[in-house]
């Protein structure tokens, strides 16, 4: 079994790269950047936007599956960036690409702003109404829409992995929970908005381990990758004051809350808990106190 | 008003270039290949998966409107190949580099293969279900779905024009009106089906109309262009055998029914008749009896 990974540099990328090393799964990580974790892969540099190149790298490495998460990501600017445009269509010709060389299966990366959030307590892959957006979500539903018809008439399996709300190793320290992190190890005041809003959040290292478990299982169709649980993100914010021993840092309800943002985003993990097999991760205490942990290294690491 | 028109060297576009010509529109023409049709217009060589050329040009152009014709056409190649990929893309960069550019309003071509034509009588934009199958009608879907997301986050009008089926000057000489029309002007056997498959088949210079019709209006979303009238496939062999007064000639039934087509594509055309304000255009039997004096001339001149 030979996996390919796109986007294997990113954030997901390289907890998905480790959790296939450590499953022993043979893996080629394509991306543009080179991977940064240590683990036993081959790395080719390809650019998924030259359609030429993409082919010819598929035919010599001859996957079995990939699973492509590559796609723009720059924070904040990914939701509403012209170059979501690009990676509908790259995505839909790497598929194409694969399938030529010999690819069985494929699983791509979605996201749980496809859904309506504000028409269900909880996101279900088969009842939940899409209706994305912000061009992230539209991008990524539409190349969900033309993937799977690309399925039928190639003849591959296709599955799509719906990510909720993560966090961990390597993420962007400008978003929720490394800026908090950060601000308490610093010993510096922490300032978020009252979180009343509620969200699926899940270490990055379960998610990259349900996503393998995905791939190299039979199922197809969209499958939620979360944990299942919903939790208010001020709660969040007081688990990590609570962890750093920091609590009186905290200061919930400083800055304004966003507008227009759904209250509440949480995944039925039904499908990968039943059908993918994949068991609960980490509990949110544990995965925040470790993601603390990490960001005070980093923290030290960069003095 | 300036309208940009895309794909005015095809079918449809010709029709489109002459109708707007006609109603003093004034035009510009993008295209690789020189359009045909000797109307009053300005010509740009301009290659649309070429985006920055794209967007020099708009920035030039500066028109009010686009009309985007142009997507891949090939004759039986179109249904499935890989480069509808490319014009979901492509579309949605248009679309923002005319915003860019300050055009108001944005009119993309969709089809009838959009719907899931076996569940209803007649296609309804806001009531039959969208279940696209083959690459070109996911791809157009894809498209649409994109561009009505473009349209709410960059602010402007974006209309869908969803074409039936059209015969007339122009058409690919291998498509079921020419190859009969061809035949009988030549005085040998036309072969076709048993026919019994009903469609919505319209003149494209009456389609052309209808399509200048809602680039000029205010009305916004999918609008069906057809003729509102379901006529068989044999119907419409057998009016151009009475028009060609060669009726002796037509062998129906003498080619195998194609697998898997649906029984019945027919538009319903209350909007572009009640909201769009279009008149109906020409008869069938006038349109045909057109056609078949274009191809007989068609086949003399090339004699």
Known sequence: MRILLTGASGFVGGAVLRALSQRGVETVALS??????????????????QPPAVAAALNAIRPDAIIHLAWIVEHGAFWTSATNLDWITASCRLALSGRAAGVQRFVG????????????HICREDGTPLRPTL??????DAARRVLSALALSHDFEFAWARLFFLYGPGENPRRLVPSIARALAAGQLAECSAGRAVRDYMDVRD????????????????VNIGSGEGNS??????ILG????RSELLRVGALPDREGEPARIVADITRLRDEV???????????LAEAFVYWSEAARAAR
């Open 135 to 140: 061009l992230y979500g539209v991008s990524k």
């Open 207 to 222: 998610a990259a381990e349900a996503l393998v478990a995905l791939a190299l299982s039979p199922i197809t169709g969209a």
């Open 233 to 238: 993100v001020r709660r969040i914010v007081q």
């Open 109 to 120: 990366v979605g996201t749980c702003f496809e859904y309506d959030c504000t028409a269900s």
């Open 277 to 287: 097999g994949h068991r609960t991760g980490r509990p949110l205490e544990d995965g």
């Open 242 to 245: 609570r962890v750093a021993g």
């Open 32 to 49: 543009r950047r080179a991977p940064t974790v240590a683990e036993d892969y081959v790395w080719r540099d390809v650019d998924l936007m």
